[in-house]
């Protein structure tokens, strides 16, 4: 069976790649906006692990939508979930049995709902998984450790692919730097390099 | 790292063992009141997989509370979702990293919220994790017959070690056959006989 998995090269969307590989043929699925080329950390991070991978294209319409909900709120939550459903919707219009994201039990930014999941599935006709949405921080942290090499640091310098990258630099263009900081707390993110040995 | 997974010799937590042994030294637990001896099929179950198995004993009153509650309600979740509860508390006392169960994304019971997930983590310093929570009835279907070889057939014919077997006994050894037809409406179960060739 053909499963996309939206793929950010970090540990998360790493880690539901492996586990969904004893049953499906995973491709690493990165969405882009068209703004900047960070899909390439994704890339390289899929190929280290040997996952086929693919771009997707995202509507550039609903980045401006997700930026102006961004400054808004004056923080990004509401904007980034405005993303990852567009991406989901757009990543069950390909030609596959299912689709995942590495959504976790505690995160609170992106979340699709058990009503929407069966909705996407309905209208899709494919399955929508969340490999990780069983497993909470502590215990995805001591799986990461055992299973990856990987590098965390701030935000801003660790290369990845998730949809923040693309969203900074519009909001960086029109608004400044500044305005970036303002939006965006300082958080720290990982990338994974390969299995450790 | 040491996982308990409570099962039954069913589909789901068939499932979960082989999606948590990619991780973690997974031994599948039975509980048991030690009224029937429904256990013996989660043992054999388990030993075809080729898992460690151990049975957990109940409290008898924990039994006794949840078909008082079935009587009561003349349908069995509540009391299930009570004994349920009972014996993640009892898998979270042993000497181990991590506990488990095969709850899905779309069963109505037994069901643990976020919040009592990470209260059972932070009393007993252990892991929760439920690794079918994200995914559908329809994608686990799709496992179950891509992965093992199964017999399905009426709750009341198929041989398992779920906590029903056992609350079906007392009830009819208290209140007679008729009530227990009362309070369980029918439904089909599986049995795991092995890894399909």
Known sequence: MELALLYSGGKDSSLAALILNNFYNVQCVTGSFGITDDWEHARRAAARLGFAFQTLDLDREIADEAVELMLQDGYPRNGIQRVHEH????????????????????????????????????????????????????????????????????????????????LRQIIADNHGPGTVAEVFPDHTQTYVHGISE
């Not at 995942?100 to 930014?109: I, K």
């Not at 998984?129 to 640091?153: C, M, N, W, Y």
């Open 87 to 166: 991406a989901i919707e757009r990543l069950a219009q390909l030609d596959i049995d299912a689709v995942a994201d590495g959504t976790r039990r505690d995160d609170r930014v992106p979340t699709i709902s058990r009503a929407q999941a069966q909705s996407l599935e309905d209208r899709h006709n494919v399955d929508y998984i969340t490999p990780l949405s069983g497993f909470g921080r502590h215990a995805i942290d001591q799986l990461v450790k055992d299973t990856f090499d990987i590098e965390v640091g701030p935000s801003e310098t660790i290369p990845k692919a998730d949809y923040e990258g693309e």
